[in-house]
């Protein structure tokens, strides 16, 4: 997206992914294969994980093509349902100085995840197929087109839509992401699309 401080995406789980794979083969560009170890912050002082469901993420993710810092900042619907955040990313030479600071300034790890991604690019979508350690396989749709005034919401029924007409069956979607399906299994709501 133009505004690189806007993320609109879906994540969700599939009935059947191969009506996707074979559409991107043919239709998509494949971008690479990625293994990446994200690891997810707290401090002890503003605990992320007291608020449900939990809107901010800070990550140091590890990949053999590079490292980088995250910051996120979901925005939530009173049925608990997002469809963007606020990102702040920069790319990082060392992660391990940087796993010092945070370390230092109190902040501690409370979740890992450890998954590999497949990227394509289609039209307006960065679409990552994720097989995450622990939890499974997953779909991530993300709008990298330049329209700083899509709305998030319809974009996001677009993506849905794009996968129901691919005939990948039952979409089940959550809104929460890796970390909180690691660190509160229990507490997650998942919706049919």
């Known amino acids: 997206m133009a505004n690189n401080n806007i ?12 009506p996707l794979i074979d559409f991107l083969k043919l239709n998509g560009e494949f971008k690479h294969e990625v ?3 994200d690891e997810y912050f707290s401090s002890n002082s503003d605990n992320f994980l007291s608020v449900r469901p939990v809107n901010r993420w800070l990550r140091l993710r590890q990949t053999e093509k590079g490292n980088s810092f995250n910051y996120k900042n979901w925005y939530f619907d009173a049925e608990g349902k997002s469809n963007h955040c606020d990102e702040f990313e920069t790319k990082i030479e060392d992660i391990n100085s940087t796993r010092k600071i945070l370390e230092a300034l109190k902040f ?3 979740a890992t995840v450890d998954k590999l991604r497949r990227i394509w690019i289609y039209k307006d979508y960065e679409i990552a197929l994720d097989t995450v350690k622990g939890l499974g396989d997953f779909v991530e749709i993300e709008y990298i087109g330049k329209d700083n005034d899509i709305d998030p919401k319809k ?3 677009e993506m849905v839509l794009f996968l129901k007409n ?20 229990d507490e997650v709501k998942y919706e049919i699309l």
């Not at 993320?7 to 191969?18: K, M, R, S």
């Not at 691919?166 to 299994?185: E, W």
């Open 35 to 37: 293994h990446q170890v």
């Open 155 to 157: 974009m996001t029924d």
């Open 108 to 110: 501690n790890v409370i």
């Open 7 to 18: 993320e609109i995406e879906i994540q969700v789980n599939v009935e059947d992914i191969n």
């Open 166 to 185: 691919l005939g990948v069956g039952k979409i089940t979607r959550n809104h929460v992401g890796y970390p909180f399906l690691i660190l509160f299994p």
